[in-house]
């Protein structure tokens, strides 16, 4: 309530009067916000995504938070702690912001678990809604989407099928292609000879491997990026007509 006083000097007079009651109701309201809204991940992924969450009312309250993911999407959240986007390993999950005075904040740590089968160039859409524990009226939420995206190394050999004398040179092409979306790191192309065929050259130096075959590595394949191996061999000496 409001006190007043009015006072009139020249009659030395003071009236003073009260104001009715006036109660402040009280108010929930919250905001919340995600550091990312999209991202690009490789299935099978774990990713964790800082979400701040705000009491915007006037009362003292915790609030509720309901993930809403995909099947193969596992969500939970934690408390991140030292503010760092990073989850400790001996913190719990939690489904509560816990208590909140107004205008303070909750920092949160949102971790996804993906499926290594998810397919490539696929997206998923998750949401998060955070909801005062006194009105469930009033919520706030957030959302992300992930992309998904994979190198998907695919090998092929090419060459001209033909009958061969021993001794006679020939060659194949070995082709590898990444025909996913993402980059294809440290590929490794193997090709085992027969005993009957040695290796004379090839275009792009091999490696040996500890049981005989050749190993070509290639540090990095982009999306949609082909590389291509010359290999040129002979056919050893001796070898009986009808040998494949």
């Known amino acids: 309530f409001l006190h007043g006083d009015v006072i009139n000097n020249e009659l030395e007079s003071k009236e003073s009067f009260l104001s009715t009651v006036t109660v402040v109701q009280g108010i929930s309201g919250v905001a919340a916000k995600s550091a990312k809204e999209n991202l690009q991940v490789i299935p099978g992924q774990i990713v964790t995504i800082p979400v701040v969450v705000t009491n915007t009312g006037n009362v003292r309250e915790a609030f509720q938070i309901r993930p809403d993911v995909p099947a193969n999407i596992s969500c939970r959240f934690f408390q991140d702690l030292k503010r760092d986007g ?19 904040n909750a920092y949160l740590l949102m971790e996804l678990a993906t499926q290594p089968n998810a397919p490539d160039s696929s997206d998923a859409v998750i949401r998060a809604a955070f909801t005062p524990e ?8 957030v959302s992300v989407t992930l992309h998904f995206t994979r190198p998907i190394v695919e090998l092929s050999m090419a060459g001209v099928g ?4 021993p001794g006679e040179v020939s060659s194949f092409d070995l082709n590898v292609v990444n025909r996913g979306s993402n980059l294809a790191k440290l590929v490794e ?22 049981n005989g075959e050749y190993i070509w590595k290639f540090a990095e ?23 494949n």
């Open 134 to 141: 006194n009105d469930n009226s009033k919520n706030a939420s």
């Open 221 to 243: 394949l982009g999306a949609a990026e082909k590389r291509s191996v010359r290999v040129t061999f002979r056919v050893r000496s001796g070898i009986p007509v009808g040998t």
């Open 189 to 210: 192309v193997q090709s085992f000879f027969p005993d009957n065929l040695e290796m004379m050259a090839a275009d792009v130096p091999a490696r040996m491997g500890g």
């Open 162 to 165: 033909s009958k061969l004398k």
């Open 86 to 104: 990073l989850r400790q390993t001996s913190t719990p999950s939690v489904t509560s912001t816990g208590t909140l005075e107004p205008r303070e």
